[in-house]
Structure formats: C-alpha cells, structure tokens
C-alpha cells in the first residue's frame, strides 16, 4: 500500500485536463507539496492560483519533455530546492489523429517526442534519486491505444505501443533489482476532455469520466498497483488479441466493436483549449 499523505509530487502536463485533476486530488489525500510541469506558461499560472487559493503549496515550473536538457536542469532545479520527488506523473502527452501519409516528418518526430521519447527523459531524471532514497512511484499515463492497431493513429498508437513497452519494462527492471520503487502503466481509452473530441466510441468502450478515471489512477497507486486498463473491455484486449489470428481479431475489432472506425470522426481539441 502506499499514500500521498506528506509526499512531494511531480505531474507532466499538469496544468489541465487531467493531469491538473490529479494535482487538485493528490493534494486533497494530501501531498505535502505538488510540482507542475507543463509547456503552456499562462495555464500553469492559472493552475498555481486555483490551488493556492485553496491553501495548497504548489511549485511551477515551464517544462518541453521533448527537450532532455530542458528536463534534466529542470529535474535538477526541483531536486535541489525541495529534496526529492517522491511519485512522479508521466501524463503529458499529445493527440495526433490522421492517416500515416497526411503526417509530416515533422509531426511524427514530435508526437514520438512527447509520448515516448519525453517519459523516458523525465523518469530518467528522477529514477536515481528514487532508488538512492529507497521510495519512489513513477506513474505512467499511456493509452489502449498501446494495446491494439488502430486506422488513423499510427503515430500516436506507435507512441503509446512504446510507453506501454517501456514502462513495463522498467517495472521488470525494477523489481530485479530489488529496489522498492514502484511503476504504474495506465492504459485507458477515449477519455472525454477534448483532446479526443469527434471520436466514435467502440461498442462497449463508452468516452471515460475524467473525474472518474482520475480517482481509480490515484487508488491504484495508493494500493501498490502495476498496471491499469480501463474500461473492463481493454483488459481483455491483450488476451483476445493473442488468442485469435489477425485477420479474426481484426473482423472483431473493427466490423464488430467498431475500434478501427473510431477516429474517421475525429476533430481534435481546438487550439484555444
């Protein structure tokens, strides 16, 4: 079991959507202090004085996960002012919806940047300070998206292929070694904050409550958990996967569950979100 109760805790991408939500609940089990990262300077103001208000401690910080040496001074200029980070949030991340041949070179370097690159850089600069105190939770918010093929994200499928890859990796790795830190990897699917607006839903996979997804990702990490797929039917997804030859499991997801027309409707957030 493990608690946010006097811990320091650091969220990528916390300045809104769900990444702020986690902030505003972590704090509320209560955290000792919370760290935001986040690209957009003006929504981490905003974020640091709605939580202020309510008497939380809060640090911000303008953080590119994309940019390792952006991190890694960031990193640094965290550790050296509060001491440690002791759960860390791997939450930002980017939407990219379209056919392979629309992306340009420059969106798909970006979108592996981000999603997959950008983990990697931020847990590698807090990993050794996690391992040398003994404590540590690294949570990294991935995607279903991870789990099975899907028309009209193939770039933002094969970055959350590799998070899924990676973070589980690590848990391995990890565990080997002994060391007491934790990995979470969280795979949900459509969640309705607007970076996946326009999408059809699968049959039986319904847009998840962020409020809702938010709350099982920090109970899983008060319970020591190591993996998260939500709803019910993407836990199945990796079984049903294995178990029936591509061309079965291919009819199944796309003519029956409707998975491979999922982001013909696709929109997007709009910018001024």
């Known amino acids: 079991m493990s608690s946010f109760k006097n811990k320091i805790v650091l969220i990528t991408g916390g300045a809104s959507g769900i990444g ?5 609940k972590v704090l509320d089990r209560g955290a000792e202090k919370l760290i935001i990262w986040d690209v957009n300077e003006e929504k981490l103001i905003s974020a640091a004085s709605k939580l202020t208000k309510q008497g ?5 910080d303008v953080v590119d996960v994309s940019d390792h040496q952006n991190v890694l001074k960031s990193a640094e200029k965290a550790l050296d002012q509060r001491g ?5 949030f791997n939450n930002a991340g980017i939407v990219s919806g379209k056919n392979f041949d629309d992306h ?8 592996m940047d981000v999603n997959s690159l950008g983990i990697m850089y931020v847990a590698r600069a807090f990993l050794p300070a996690m391992i040398k105190n003994e404590d540590g939770y690294i949570i990294n918010i991935a995607s279903a998206a991870g789990l099975t093929p899907n028309p009209g994200m193939t770039v933002y499928a094969a970055s959350k292929w590799a998070a899924v890859g990676w973070s589980e990796s690590l848990n391995l790795e990890l565990q080997k070694k002994g060391t007491p830190v934790k990995v979470l990897t969280v795979m949900p699917s459509y969640i309705n904050t607007g970076m996946f607006a326009g999408v059809t839903t699968p049959l039986l996979m319904p847009l998840l409550d962020p409020d ?10 008060e319970r020591g958990k190591d993996r998260l797929r939500e ?13 029936l030859p591509s061309k079965v499991y291919n009819f199944v997801a796309g003519k029956i569950f409707g998975v491979y027309h999922s982001m013909d409707t696709f929109i997007g957030r709009k910018k001024e979100d």
Not at 84 to 88: A, F, G, K, P, W
Not at 212 to 221: G, P, Q
């Open 56 to 60: 939380y401690s809060v640090d911000t």
């Open 20 to 24: 702020f939500m986690m902030g505003q």
């Open 212 to 221: 809702d997804i938010t709350t099982k990702i920090l109970d899983a990490v």
């Open 231 to 243: 709803p019910f039917m993407v836990k199945l997804t990796p079984f049903i996967r294995g178990v």
């Open 104 to 111: 340009s070179m420059e969106s798909i370097k970006n979108t």
């Open 84 to 88: 440690r980070v002791d759960i860390l």
